[in-house]
Structure formats: C-alpha cells, structure tokens
C-alpha cells in the first residue's frame, strides 16, 4: 500500500511534466489565455492537494494518538478553487476561466489514472 505522501510525490512529478507542456502550448500556440488557465488551475490544483495530503497526515496522527480531530481543510481548499476563478475572471486577457476550471481539475484526473495504473500493476 502506497502512504498518502508516496502518492502526492508521483503526482507532483507527474504534474510538472504536464505545466511544462502546458508552458510549452503557451509560448508557441495561439491559445494563450486557454493555456495560462491550464497553468492557474493546475498549480491551484496542486496547492489543493498538497493541502488535502497535510491535513490527512495530522488528521491520521489525532486518531492515532486520540486526539480530537477539526476538518481536513474544505473550505480552505474551496477558498482556493475560488480564488483562482477570481483571478482568472479579474485577467480573461491572459487567463481562459474555462482552462482555469479544467487545470483545477487535473490533479483528480491525475490521481485516477495513477490508481488505475496501479491497480492493473498489483492485479
């Protein structure tokens, strides 16, 4: 069994291959706004995760240790998907809220495809 952190670690590397894409289909194409929404949305994503996975190690630690637990950080990581609309609705010059939306997304698509390779590789 992969640890939350091994995870997000694959993912992360998995990400940056694809801003690295993206940064690529920004300079040479012309969908630059589409494109440096798929940017804001990917790193916004990723900040999202990264908050999920944190929250999750301290909330595995208060059950261990029994402590009381508090939230896994919705509403922070909810502040975040809104934050980076706001700012892509504030800029539509430079980012596409429609490309935003789909970089927010691109962590979940991420980690299904990382659990269904996974899943095949141990079957």
Same mark, same amino acid.
């Given at each position: 069994m992969h640890?939350? &952190?091994?995870i +997000?670690?694959?993912q992360?590397?998995?990400?940056? #291959?694809? *801003?690295a894409l =993206?940064? /690529?289909?920004?300079a040479?194409?012309d969908? &630059?706004?589409? +494109?440096?929404?798929?940017?804001?949305?990917?790193? #916004?994503? *990723?900040y999202? =995760?990264? /908050?999920?996975?944190?929250?999750?190690?301290r909330?595995d630690?208060?059950?261990?240790?029994?402590k009381?637990?508090?939230?896994?950080g919705t509403?922070l990581?909810?502040?975040?998907?809104?934050a980076?609309?706001?700012?892509?609705?504030?800029s539509?010059?430079?980012?596409?809220?429609?490309?935003?939306?789909?970089?927010?997304?691109?962590?979940?698509?991420?980690?299904?495809?990382?659990r269904?390779?996974?899943?095949?590789?141990h079957?």
């Open positions: 640890t939350l &952190r091994q +997000f670690n694959r992360k590397i998995a990400l940056f #291959f694809l *801003l =993206f940064v /690529i289909g920004w040479f194409s969908f &630059r706004p589409f +494109f440096g929404g798929l940017i804001l949305g990917s790193l #916004f994503g *990723l999202n =995760f990264w /908050i999920l996975v944190r929250r999750m190690e909330f630690q208060n059950i261990s240790k029994g009381e637990t508090k939230s896994i509403a990581r909810f502040g975040s998907g809104v980076a609309a706001a700012i892509a609705l504030s539509p010059q430079k980012f596409d809220l429609i490309g935003t939306v789909v970089g927010l997304m691109i962590p979940h698509v991420l980690l299904l495809v990382d269904i390779v996974v899943h095949v590789k079957f």
